[in-house]
């Protein structure tokens, strides 16, 4: 039988998009044998389904249609993961389950809930303006997760960029401006490996952004979850 707390992790999985076992365990503080048992039991009832595409990495979980819906967003489609894009997924996951205990006032949205708002109300809720495309629409850039404020208290919502490599400057150097000057958002907070750091930081400096993107280390933030993701390695 398919429990409340079942629909919650059907939920904060569907939202994200993609997430481990030892998330799930992290963020709905469960045990190791009773976060897999549940997790056998929600791929049974066909409402998660997993993902193996990493060679010695852990399973990512995703929300199949049937339970994105049970889970009562039928607005999102289902999640579609690569190889290119599974340790992407995974450690946005991680940095959502840091930022829902860190940012207690703020709510954690994946970008696949921004770009499902956006599309709701037909225009930029969270994202910035990149340019114009050839049909005169906008080209938007959607950080990876965005924190919203739980109240309506007049606050912007804050952008979070996960960022694993160096991206080519140009292209950096246009998302930096274009979020420097995005009236959407208060900040952005660049969660980035050591290269892809420096790399941000070149651009912050060329397009003179610091006083909107703000750059952590990726590592550092995470390192908290490290104990509990070892636990659960043995079983992933």
Do not use: N
């Not at 970008?111 to 906008?138: C, I, K, M, N």
């Not at 969660?191 to 750091?197: E, R």
């Amino acid at each position: 039988m398919l429990t409340d707390r079942d629909r919650a992790i059907v939920a904060w999985v569907g939202r994200l998009g993609a997430a481990s076992a030892v998330d799930v365990m992290a963020r709905f503080g469960m045990g190791r044998t009773a976060t897999y048992r549940r997790l056998a039991a929600l791929v049974d009832q066909g409402v998660l389904a997993t993902v193996r595409l990493l060679y010695g990495q852990p399973a990512l979980y995703v929300a199949t249609r049937d339970g994105l819906q049970w889970a009562r967003l039928a607005r999102l489609e289902p999640c579609r993961v690569g190889v290119a894009s599974a340790r992407h997924f995974a450690l946005c996951a991680r940095l959502a389950v840091v930022l829902e205990r860190t940012e207690s006032s703020y709510e954690v949205w994946s970008e696949r809930e921004v770009r499902a708002a956006e599309l709701e109300t037909g225009g930029p809720v969270a994202s910035a303006e990149l340019g114009r495309s050839p049909d005169g629409r906008p080209r938007l850039r959607r950080a990876d997760l965005v924190l919203m404020a739980r109240h309506d208290d007049g606050r912007l919502p804050v952008a979070i960029e996960v960022e694993l490599t160096a991206k080519w400057a140009r292209r950096l150097e246009a998302i930096c401006r274009a979020w420097a000057r995005c009236r959407l958002v208060d900040s952005v907070r660049y969660y980035a490996s050591p290269a892809a750091a420096r790399a941000v930081a070149r651009a912050v400096e060329r397009v003179h952004a610091h006083d909107v993107v703000e750059i952590y280390s990726l590592d550092e933030t995470l390192k908290g979850e490290a104990d509990v993701r070892e636990s659960a390695r043995a079983v992933a």
